[in-house]
């Protein structure tokens, strides 16, 4: 499995960036995908998550960040929109390995990950 984000960046409050996230050596059309992000002296913590069939999203980025994925050019983006200082963070993307009609937020279920992109917001 390998996963390699791009598309990070700086930007001032009320920005917007695209992450993407290509991958092989997994079943990308149905197997869970996730975006996470692990601000300085942070937890990791999920922020969007695409299954076969839903999207599922942190409270904390719903109506700014978008989740999609192209199953024809194997990659996954983050589109996020608004963005605000306290998204500062590098960003992972990620895969459980499995497919699942509702893919959770939950860190610990996902195996395999990418190397981070960084995301800075300045005010």
């Known amino acids: 499995v390998q996963l390699v984000e791009s598309g990070g960046g700086s930007v001032q409050a009320g920005g917007s960036l695209r992450l993407s996230c290509t991958a092989s050596?997994?079943?990308?059309?149905?197997?869970?995908l996730g975006w996470f992000r692990q601000g300085q002296g942070k937890e990791r913590e999920g922020v969007a998550t695409s299954s076969f069939g839903t999207l599922n999203y942190a409270d904390s980025v719903k109506g700014r960040f978008t989740i999609a994925r192209d199953n024809a050019k194997k990659t996954l983006y983050l589109q996020m929109n608004s963005l605000k200082p306290e998204d500062t963070a590098m960003y992972y993307c990620?895969?459980?390995?499995?497919?699942?009609?509702?893919?959770?937020?939950?860190?610990?279920?996902?195996?395999?990950w990418g190397q981070g992109t960084q995301v800075t917001v300045s005010s």
């Open positions: 990620a895969t459980t390995g499995d497919a699942r009609w509702w893919c959770p937020l939950d860190t610990l279920l996902y195996t395999s």
């Open positions: 050596g997994f079943t990308f059309s149905t197997d869970c």
